[in-house]
């Protein structure tokens, strides 16, 4: 079956301790993104990935890492997170950049106090 | 980056009425998708139409491009519970080929 997986789907944390959520697509997509969910505040990107090794910053990439060691795989990871952070994460993944249509994974809740 | 206006914001009906949501923009688009989302799940793409004018029909949704390739609107006929998300409209940029999305158009489906 065709999917993005996400993990964890939920996670509390509290701030400053560093974790990442893993991403992982079985579509052999070259595009992959992550994005924040928010209130009031709709979808907003904070990194993409165009093909391994290949990143950029979406329009909220403070306080957020990314890679993309495998065309498979696009983790997100944050350093020291802060509770301006605690937000649904979803990761999503397109075949292309032209009709540009997002796979989206489950989505990740995270809370940090 | 601008959002796409998506209208209303929410919208709460009976089940068996027709109801239409809007996504506007200034910007022109290549391409325009819309979404649907559950509560605790990710957006799950509904359709994808490219050229203005265009309208595509899913069961009893009804989507349309516009002429000029700037909105989008989506049409369902006799609403039923299952029709209950979040609708979400997003659109390829034309001069960038950059994503835009919509806010969102919450919709609850009463019985």
């Known amino acids: 079956e065709a999917q993005v997986t996400q993990n964890p789907r939920y996670l509390i944390t509290v701030t400053g301790k560093k974790l990442t959520v893993t991403c992982s697509q079985n579509?052999?997509?070259?595009?992959m993104s992550w994005y924040r969910q928010d209130p009031g505040l709709g979808l907003r990107q904070i990194y993409y990935?165009?093909?391994?090794?290949?990143?950029d910053k979406g329009d909220v990439p403070e306080g957020y890492k990314v890679s993309r060691k495998e065309k498979r795989n696009f983790p997100l990871i944050l350093e020291s997170p802060s509770p301006n952070q605690t937000s649904l994460y979803f990761c999503?993944?397109?075949?292309?950049?032209?009709?540009?249509?997002?796979?989206f994974g489950p989505g990740t809740r995270l809370t940090v106090t | 980056t601008q959002l796409l206006e998506q209208s209303p914001q929410f919208l709460s009906i009976q089940e068996g009425e027709n109801l239409t949501v809007y996504c506007n923009s200034s910007?022109?688009?290549?391409?325009l998708q819309w979404y649907r989302q559950e509560p605790g799940e990710g957006p799950v793409l509904l359709v994808t139409?490219?050229?203005g004018g265009e309208v595509k029909k899913l069961k009893r949704l009804t989507f349309q491009f516009g002429d000029a390739r700037k909105d989008s609107s989506l049409h369902i006929t006799a609403a039923q519970t299952g029709d209950t998300g979040l609708y979400l409209c997003?659109?390829?940029?034309?001069?960038?080929?950059?994503?835009?999305w919509g806010a969102g158009t919450k919709l609850i489906i009463k019985p």
């Open positions: 910007s022109v688009f290549s391409s």
């Open positions: 999503a993944s397109s075949r292309d950049r032209v009709l540009y249509e997002q796979y």
């Open positions: 579509m052999n997509h070259e595009y």
């Open positions: 990935s165009m093909n391994v090794e290949v990143t």
């Open positions: 139409v490219v050229t």
């Open positions: 997003a659109g390829v940029e034309d001069s960038n080929y950059q994503l835009i």
